[in-house]
Protein backbone atom coordinates (compact mmCIF):
# COMPACT_ATOMS: atom_id res chain seq x y z
CA UNK A 1 0.00 0.00 0.00
CA UNK A 2 1.81 3.45 -0.83
CA UNK A 3 0.92 6.75 1.12
CA UNK A 4 3.71 8.34 -0.93
CA UNK A 5 3.76 12.05 0.23
CA UNK A 6 2.53 14.42 -2.44
CA UNK A 7 4.71 17.19 -1.61
CA UNK A 8 8.01 15.65 -0.49
CA UNK A 9 7.47 12.23 -2.59
CA UNK A 10 8.65 10.11 0.49
CA UNK A 11 7.14 7.41 2.26
CA UNK A 12 5.98 8.93 5.96
CA UNK A 13 7.40 6.67 8.68
CA UNK A 14 4.11 5.04 10.15
CA UNK A 15 4.17 5.79 13.89
CA UNK A 16 3.96 2.51 16.13
CA UNK A 17 1.64 2.53 19.17
CA UNK A 18 3.74 1.00 22.18
CA UNK A 19 3.09 0.71 26.03
CA UNK A 20 4.15 3.16 28.46
CA UNK A 21 5.16 1.39 31.19
CA UNK A 22 7.79 3.09 34.59
CA UNK A 23 8.06 6.19 31.99
CA UNK A 24 8.94 4.37 29.19
CA UNK A 25 7.82 3.05 25.76
CA UNK A 26 8.82 -1.00 25.40
CA UNK A 27 6.69 -3.25 22.98
CA UNK A 28 4.86 -5.62 24.69
CA UNK A 29 6.57 -9.08 25.45
CA UNK A 30 4.32 -10.98 23.90
CA UNK A 31 5.05 -9.28 20.85
CA UNK A 32 1.18 -9.41 19.88
CA UNK A 33 -0.58 -6.37 18.19
CA UNK A 34 -3.85 -4.98 16.93
CA UNK A 35 -4.29 -3.74 13.47
CA UNK A 36 -6.74 -0.53 13.93
CA UNK A 37 -9.46 0.00 11.00
CA UNK A 38 -11.11 3.15 10.48
CA UNK A 39 -15.04 3.23 9.22
CA UNK A 40 -13.86 2.41 5.42
CA UNK A 41 -12.15 -0.71 7.01
CA UNK A 42 -8.68 0.53 5.88
CA UNK A 43 -5.50 0.05 8.29
CA UNK A 44 -5.07 3.53 10.12
CA UNK A 45 -2.39 1.77 12.82
CA UNK A 46 -1.38 -0.82 14.77
CA UNK A 47 -0.94 -1.44 18.19
CA UNK A 48 0.59 -3.63 20.74
CA UNK A 49 -1.45 -6.13 22.65
CA UNK A 50 -0.58 -5.98 26.55
CA UNK A 51 -0.36 -9.48 28.19
CA UNK A 52 -0.90 -10.42 31.98
CA UNK A 53 3.19 -9.69 32.07
CA UNK A 54 2.76 -6.28 30.46
CA UNK A 55 -0.01 -5.46 32.98
CA UNK A 56 2.00 -6.90 36.27
CA UNK A 57 5.00 -4.53 35.04
CA UNK A 58 3.09 -1.29 35.24
CA UNK A 59 1.68 -2.69 38.56
CA UNK A 60 5.09 -2.85 39.79
CA UNK A 61 6.15 0.83 37.81
CA UNK A 62 3.25 2.34 39.90
CA UNK A 63 3.86 0.34 43.31
CA UNK A 64 7.26 1.60 43.18
CA UNK A 65 6.31 5.21 42.08
CA UNK A 66 3.67 5.22 45.04
CA UNK A 67 5.76 6.82 47.77
CA UNK A 68 7.43 9.31 46.05
CA UNK A 69 3.88 10.58 44.56
CA UNK A 70 1.65 10.14 47.34
CA UNK A 71 4.26 12.47 49.51
CA UNK A 72 4.53 15.02 46.95
CA UNK A 73 3.35 18.15 47.88
CA UNK A 74 -0.19 19.31 46.83
CA UNK A 75 1.27 21.84 45.31
CA UNK A 76 3.76 20.53 43.25
CA UNK A 77 0.97 17.70 41.70
CA UNK A 78 -1.30 20.41 40.88
CA UNK A 79 2.21 22.44 39.10
CA UNK A 80 2.40 19.27 37.19
CA UNK A 81 -0.94 18.73 35.97
CA UNK A 82 -0.76 22.20 34.72
CA UNK A 83 2.26 21.45 32.95
CA UNK A 84 0.58 18.43 31.41
CA UNK A 85 -2.78 20.66 29.95
CA UNK A 86 0.24 23.33 28.41
CA UNK A 87 2.32 20.57 26.51
CA UNK A 88 -1.72 18.96 25.45
CA UNK A 89 -2.37 22.57 24.53
CA UNK A 90 1.09 22.70 22.14
CA UNK A 91 0.12 19.51 20.73
CA UNK A 92 -3.70 20.35 19.89
CA UNK A 93 -3.19 19.85 16.15
CA UNK A 94 -2.03 16.69 16.47
CA UNK A 95 -4.65 15.17 18.71
CA UNK A 96 -7.58 16.65 16.20
CA UNK A 97 -6.18 14.87 13.49
CA UNK A 98 -5.66 11.48 15.39
CA UNK A 99 -9.45 11.57 16.82
CA UNK A 100 -10.29 12.24 12.99
CA UNK A 101 -8.72 8.92 12.04
CA UNK A 102 -10.71 6.95 14.65
CA UNK A 103 -13.42 8.22 13.06
CA UNK A 104 -14.90 11.66 15.21
CA UNK A 105 -16.28 15.14 13.52
CA UNK A 106 -13.30 17.82 12.94
CA UNK A 107 -15.53 19.93 15.21
CA UNK A 108 -16.43 17.08 18.02
CA UNK A 109 -12.55 16.76 18.08
CA UNK A 110 -11.48 20.29 18.55
CA UNK A 111 -14.10 20.51 21.39
CA UNK A 112 -12.84 16.78 22.86
CA UNK A 113 -9.78 18.50 22.97
CA UNK A 114 -10.30 21.90 24.75
CA UNK A 115 -12.39 19.94 27.07
CA UNK A 116 -9.42 17.42 27.72
CA UNK A 117 -7.38 20.27 28.10
CA UNK A 118 -10.12 22.27 30.66
CA UNK A 119 -10.06 19.40 33.16
CA UNK A 120 -6.80 18.75 33.39
CA UNK A 121 -6.97 22.72 34.68
CA UNK A 122 -9.29 21.87 36.76
CA UNK A 123 -8.02 19.39 38.57
CA UNK A 124 -4.59 21.14 38.97
CA UNK A 125 -6.40 24.04 40.59
CA UNK A 126 -7.94 20.79 43.17
CA UNK A 127 -4.80 19.35 43.94
CA UNK A 128 -4.14 21.60 46.71
CA UNK A 129 -7.89 22.29 47.97
CA UNK A 130 -9.50 18.86 48.55
CA UNK A 131 -7.91 18.01 51.46
CA UNK A 132 -9.45 21.02 53.72
CA UNK A 133 -13.27 20.21 51.71
CA UNK A 134 -13.00 16.38 52.52
CA UNK A 135 -11.20 16.61 56.14
CA UNK A 136 -13.34 16.84 58.83
CA UNK A 137 -13.23 17.59 63.00
CA UNK A 138 -15.19 15.15 64.59
CA UNK A 139 -16.99 15.93 67.77
CA UNK A 140 -16.40 12.69 70.55
CA UNK A 141 -18.04 12.32 74.15
CA UNK A 142 -14.17 12.19 75.47
CA UNK A 143 -11.42 14.26 76.10
CA UNK A 144 -9.61 13.94 72.72
CA UNK A 145 -9.20 15.90 69.88
CA UNK A 146 -10.67 13.81 66.81
CA UNK A 147 -9.86 15.09 63.03
CA UNK A 148 -10.47 12.27 59.59
CA UNK A 149 -7.93 13.46 56.34
CA UNK A 150 -7.97 11.85 53.15
CA UNK A 151 -5.11 10.11 52.06
CA UNK A 152 -4.44 7.96 48.56
CA UNK A 153 -5.70 4.55 47.71
CA UNK A 154 -2.45 3.55 46.29
CA UNK A 155 -2.09 1.99 42.97
CA UNK A 156 -5.34 2.20 40.64
CA UNK A 157 -6.28 0.13 37.93
CA UNK A 158 -8.54 2.40 34.90
CA UNK A 159 -10.53 0.72 32.10
CA UNK A 160 -10.98 3.50 30.11
CA UNK A 161 -13.96 4.13 27.82
CA UNK A 162 -14.24 3.81 24.02
CA UNK A 163 -15.67 7.36 23.88
CA UNK A 164 -14.73 10.21 24.12
CA UNK A 165 -11.07 7.99 23.91
CA UNK A 166 -9.59 10.90 24.86
CA UNK A 167 -11.20 12.52 27.17
CA UNK A 168 -13.08 9.95 29.33
CA UNK A 169 -9.70 8.54 29.82
CA UNK A 170 -8.29 12.04 31.38
CA UNK A 171 -11.18 12.75 33.34
CA UNK A 172 -10.85 9.48 35.11
CA UNK A 173 -6.86 9.64 35.25
CA UNK A 174 -6.50 13.33 36.54
CA UNK A 175 -8.71 13.29 39.71
CA UNK A 176 -7.16 9.62 40.63
CA UNK A 177 -3.47 11.10 40.29
CA UNK A 178 -4.38 15.02 41.65
CA UNK A 179 -5.28 12.45 44.75
CA UNK A 180 -2.01 11.09 45.30
CA UNK A 181 -2.43 7.88 43.73
CA UNK A 182 -0.45 5.66 40.88
CA UNK A 183 -2.39 4.51 37.92
CA UNK A 184 -2.03 1.50 35.46
CA UNK A 185 -4.87 2.30 32.78
CA UNK A 186 -6.27 0.30 30.11
CA UNK A 187 -6.40 2.52 27.11
CA UNK A 188 -9.67 2.70 25.17
CA UNK A 189 -9.95 -0.91 23.00
CA UNK A 190 -11.31 0.55 19.91
CA UNK A 191 -9.82 4.12 20.02
CA UNK A 192 -6.53 3.96 21.36
CA UNK A 193 -4.79 6.71 19.63
CA UNK A 194 -5.24 9.50 21.18
CA UNK A 195 -4.74 7.60 24.65
CA UNK A 196 -1.23 6.30 23.87
CA UNK A 197 -0.23 9.85 22.28
CA UNK A 198 -1.18 11.29 25.44
CA UNK A 199 1.07 8.98 27.11
CA UNK A 200 3.88 11.44 25.28
CA UNK A 201 2.87 14.37 26.86
CA UNK A 202 2.88 12.87 30.12
CA UNK A 203 6.32 11.89 29.81
CA UNK A 204 7.05 15.45 28.94
CA UNK A 205 5.36 16.73 31.53
CA UNK A 206 7.37 16.16 34.71
CA UNK A 207 5.19 13.39 35.62
CA UNK A 208 7.18 10.93 38.17
CA UNK A 209 7.89 7.59 35.55
CA UNK A 210 5.94 5.02 36.97
CA UNK A 211 2.96 7.34 38.05
CA UNK A 212 1.04 7.11 34.87
CA UNK A 213 1.44 3.68 33.27
CA UNK A 214 -0.72 2.89 29.49
CA UNK A 215 -1.47 -0.44 28.46
CA UNK A 216 -3.34 -1.02 25.37
CA UNK A 217 -5.18 -4.42 25.10
CA UNK A 218 -8.50 -6.22 25.05
CA UNK A 219 -10.42 -5.64 28.33
CA UNK A 220 -11.93 -9.19 28.27
CA UNK A 221 -8.24 -10.72 28.46
CA UNK A 222 -6.83 -7.89 30.91
CA UNK A 223 -9.85 -6.64 33.48
CA UNK A 224 -9.50 -9.96 34.99
CA UNK A 225 -5.90 -9.91 36.02
CA UNK A 226 -6.32 -6.00 37.37
CA UNK A 227 -9.15 -7.20 39.40
CA UNK A 228 -7.53 -10.21 40.83
CA UNK A 229 -4.06 -8.10 41.21
CA UNK A 230 -3.26 -8.11 45.28
CA UNK A 231 -1.19 -4.97 45.00
CA UNK A 232 -3.98 -3.05 42.77
CA UNK A 233 -6.30 -1.12 45.72
CA UNK A 234 -8.28 0.23 43.32
CA UNK A 235 -10.40 -0.03 39.94
CA UNK A 236 -12.43 2.24 38.06
CA UNK A 237 -14.31 0.71 35.19
CA UNK A 238 -16.04 2.12 32.34
CA UNK A 239 -15.93 0.14 29.33
CA UNK A 240 -16.94 -3.50 30.04
CA UNK A 241 -20.38 -5.42 30.00
CA UNK A 242 -22.15 -5.79 33.05
CA UNK A 243 -21.21 -9.10 33.37
CA UNK A 244 -17.61 -8.41 33.12
CA UNK A 245 -18.33 -5.40 35.98
CA UNK A 246 -19.81 -8.14 37.96
CA UNK A 247 -17.03 -10.22 37.88
CA UNK A 248 -14.64 -7.61 38.89
CA UNK A 249 -16.02 -6.76 41.94
CA UNK A 250 -15.98 -10.71 42.95
CA UNK A 251 -12.29 -10.38 42.30
CA UNK A 252 -12.30 -7.49 43.62
CA UNK A 253 -13.15 -8.56 47.11
CA UNK A 254 -10.29 -11.00 47.59
CA UNK A 255 -8.05 -7.76 48.86
CA UNK A 256 -11.01 -5.66 49.56
CA UNK A 257 -9.99 -3.98 46.48
CA UNK A 258 -12.65 -0.75 45.74
CA UNK A 259 -14.26 -1.52 42.44
CA UNK A 260 -16.25 1.43 40.64
CA UNK A 261 -18.57 0.85 37.09
CA UNK A 262 -18.93 4.33 36.26
CA UNK A 263 -19.71 2.89 32.56
CA UNK A 264 -22.41 5.47 31.05
CA UNK A 265 -20.87 8.64 32.77
CA UNK A 266 -21.22 11.82 29.93
CA UNK A 267 -18.09 12.65 30.62
CA UNK A 268 -18.67 15.48 29.01
CA UNK A 269 -20.67 17.03 31.13
CA UNK A 270 -20.40 19.27 34.62
CA UNK A 271 -20.63 16.72 37.19
CA UNK A 272 -18.18 14.92 35.30
CA UNK A 273 -15.85 16.76 37.32
CA UNK A 274 -15.41 17.80 41.09
CA UNK A 275 -14.09 17.25 44.06
CA UNK A 276 -15.70 14.07 44.53
CA UNK A 277 -14.00 12.04 42.04
CA UNK A 278 -10.90 12.92 44.00
CA UNK A 279 -12.71 11.15 46.98
CA UNK A 280 -13.63 8.19 45.26
CA UNK A 281 -9.93 7.06 45.60
CA UNK A 282 -9.13 8.39 48.82
CA UNK A 283 -9.06 6.34 52.14
CA UNK A 284 -10.25 8.16 55.12
CA UNK A 285 -7.82 8.29 58.21
CA UNK A 286 -9.15 9.31 61.60
CA UNK A 287 -6.71 10.50 64.29
CA UNK A 288 -7.36 10.51 68.02
CA UNK A 289 -5.38 13.25 69.64
CA UNK A 290 -5.83 13.15 73.81
CA UNK A 291 -6.01 16.40 75.38
CA UNK A 292 -5.87 18.29 78.98
CA UNK A 293 -9.38 17.85 80.94
Not at 107 to 116: I, L, N, R, Y
Not at 125 to 145: C, E, M, R, T
Request: negative net charge; proline residues 5%; glycine residues 8%.
Amino acid sequence: MSNTDADTGRLPVAKTYKLYIGGKFPRTESGRANALRNSAGDVIANVCRASRKDLRSAVVAARAASPGWSSASAYLRGQILYRIAEMLEGRARQFHEELEREGVSAAVAVDEVSQTIDRLIHYAGWADKYVQVLSSINPVASSHFNFSVPEPTGVVGIVAPSAPGLLGLVSMLAPVIAGGNCVVALAPERHPLSSMSFAEVLHASDVPAGVVNLLTGQVEELLPHLAKHMDVNGLLIADATAEQAAEAQRDGAENIKRVIDVTGVDWSAADAEGVYHIASMQETKTTWHPIAN
